[in-house]
């Protein structure tokens, strides 16, 4: 089946830095790519949504400064956490739709987790 | 926000078959029916989807009634390893497709 596969798995940085997580879809070409948040015992929540080649569309209340989209090919998109603080500490997952009819399913990564010391 | 109700969680006996409800009440005519899991600390996977007829593969079978108002997702041989948080989500078709909104989902707990 299809796969996602993001890097890296888990990250710990500290207060200030920027992190850039990597999403690839590795056996088909995804035109679309979203970016998921999720807390402890909470359900994931959309961030952006992002087309190859145009500039991700974010979701009400999250900052597009802060969380960098960029979705340069029909394999590849980034998520840069710029300054991040210890409350953008979280598990972040991306998914990929590819191409055809619209409602095949979106496979997700195996999430990067992010923790801000 | 999410369009669909699914109980917070459920009980089932190991080898016994999981039976999980989803309300979809205000489902519109191009959208279809997803179920996803998410086992503790991994990204979802993906189980089936459906539009109106009842579906199946390896994984699960799907059952839409007949006015699409709600579903159920059936695991025919429940083991430890299906024990997962399970989301049942309503999305639209089309060009594009619509984005994958999750709400709180159903906890299974297989149990030996």
């Known amino acids: 089946g299809a796969v996602v596969s993001q890097h890296p798995s888990w990250v710990i940085c500290k207060s200030g830095t920027s992190v850039k997580i990597e999403c690839r879809s590795l056996?088909?070409?995804?035109?679309?790519m979203f970016w998921y948040r999720q807390f402890p015992k909470q359900s994931l929540m959309l961030m952006a949504t992002?087309?190859?080649?145009?500039?991700?569309?974010?979701e009400q209340g999250v900052e597009k400064d802060k969380f960098l989209i960029n979705h340069a090919s029909l394999t590849l998109s980034t998520l840069t956490v710029t300054s991040a603080h210890p409350e953008d500490s979280s598990f972040y997952i991306c998914?990929?739709?590819?191409?055809?009819?619209?409602?095949?399913?979106?496979?997700f990564g195996d999430g990067t987790r992010l923790s801000i010391l | 926000d999410a369009k669909t109700t699914q109980p917070p969680s459920m009980d089932c006996a190991e080898g016994r078959a999981a039976n999980l409800p989803c309300n979809h009440s205000?489902?519109?005519?191009?959208?279809?029916v997803y179920w996803y899991r998410q086992i503790h600390s991994q990204g979802p996977q993906y189980i089936i989807h459906?539009?109106?007829n009842n579906e199946t593969n390896e994984m699960a079978s799907l059952i839409i009634t007949e006015d699409r108002k709600s579903s159920t997702l059936i695991l025919p041989h429940a083991t430890l390893r299906d024990t997962a948080v399970y989301y049942c989500?309503?999305?639209?078709?089309?060009?594009?497709?619509?984005?994958?909104?999750f709400g709180q989902g159903t906890e299974l707990s297989v149990k030996p």
């Open positions: 992002s087309n190859e080649g145009s500039k991700a569309t974010y």
């Open positions: 459906g539009l109106k």
């Open positions: 989500i309503v999305r639209e078709s089309g060009n594009q497709g619509g984005k994958l909104i």
């Open positions: 056996d088909f070409q995804a035109t679309t």
């Open positions: 998914s990929a739709r590819g191409r055809g009819r619209g409602h095949q399913p979106q496979h």
């Open positions: 205000t489902i519109s005519g191009n959208e279809y």
